[in-house]
């Protein structure tokens, strides 16, 4: 067993290093690496309400930026365009249909070392497209799998290595059908269909708890639960975010189980009555009838210590944390049980926090102040993202991080 209480030189990142076996535990006390909160410089906006067509997006879809270019998949219109790094429109790749170069509905794009750009299908399960760099249509992936195993072609990854995976679910063989024998994780993929076995995600054994209305079952709202992603990298990251602890997996069996100071946000009263009144709606709605009265497990006092984990192109996950949530304007928190409310009468803030795959805290990063944020895409210390602006207008920005005490 190694173990090390670490410091960086100007004091602001504290914390505890421990190491026994392949298993490394990052405890991290206070401070950051950063020594502060970085923010985002807005550098460039793609997207217009009105004006030519190649500049007006549909909604959130798939990004994946090279050193030069940006691609974007954009499942409304149907198309995956490409834009330099100016902001000007270069090409679309592919068109909509069931042929050669064509899918039904752009989800993930993915563009190799060697330029060849592959576009996840997620109208369609088991199809991957490939294109040339310069958008002649190359080959299409369609994967044969048994009935057992569903591929989902708009979920996808490069791996550094160079490997290209899908998201995947299946049943183990010879376990029953049910949703509890079902698993999910990544397979990889090529020109001549699956290629090992898929990378099963971690099960951490949590159950979250659930309030049962007929047949079915809804869960507890703000209730704990395991929140996975899987890294360029090829390391998994999972956690149970009742506390702010989660473990990084790396392909070569190295565990990193990371630690980090939390101050739990509050659920208001209020908020948790309207959950329950939200509940109550989807039981009524369901066929349970105007009777039925919340009766299952209560509604946490506090929320969650996060609720995403989004790893980075490079060696890095930034995690997504609650913040306190603000009552909208004007809702009606006593709505009609018969009607699926049409908004939520709740927000809340957004925080994000990044780690390096090490463990390590490097510090907070101030989130761009606009109503909605999809898909972000990092590349380096640029971020790309899909947003929606307050007049509802569909955007792709970059932003370039900035670290403190830089300009």
Known sequence: MTQEDAAESDGTWVGTITTEGNVTTVINESGSVWGGTARFVEELSIGVDIGPPEYMLGGPGGLFATDSEIYVADPQVPTVRVYDWEGTYIRDFGRQGQGPGEYS?????????????????????GRITVFSAEGESLDTWTFSVSDSMQIFGGQSVLR?????????????????????????????????????????????????????????????????????AFSPAGAYIVGNNSDYSFEIRHDDGRIIKVHRHWTPVPIA??????????????????????????????????????????????????????????????????????????????????FWDMFDLDGMYLGEIERPDVPALYTP????????????????????KRYRLVLPGQE
């Open 105 to 125: 509905r752009p989800g993930g794009v993915i563009v190799a070392d060697d330029g060849l750009v592959y576009i996840g299908d997620a109208g369609a399960l």
């Open 160 to 228: 550094h290595d160079g490997a290209i995976l899908v998201r995947a679910s299946w049943y183990p063989p010879g376990e029953a059908r049910d949703r509890d024998a079902r698993r999910t994780g990544w397979q990889e993929i090529g020109p001549q269909g699956l290629i090992g076995e898929p990378l099963e995600e971690p099960d951490l054994g949590m159950e979250r708890p659930a309030i049962p209305i007929g047949r079915g079952a809804i869960i507890v709202p703000y209730s704990p639960s395991q929140v996975s």
């Open 269 to 350: 009263e209020v908020e948790r009555e309207y959950s329950k009144r939200s509940v109550a709606s989807s039981a009524y709605r369901s066929g349970a009838g105007s009777s039925w009265t919340y009766s299952g497990p209560d509604i946490p006092d506090h929320k969650p210590a996060y609720f995403l984990f989004s790893p980075t192109q490079d060696s890095r996950v930034m995690v997504s944390r609650y913040g306190a949530s603000h009552l909208v304007e004007g809702c009606d928190l006593t709505f009609d049980l018969a009607e699926r409310p049409t908004q939520t009468c709740f927000t809340f803030e957004r």
């Open 377 to 396: 895409f990092w590349r380096g210390d640029t971020m790309w993202a899909m947003v929606e602006d307050d007049a509802g207008v569909m955007k792709v």
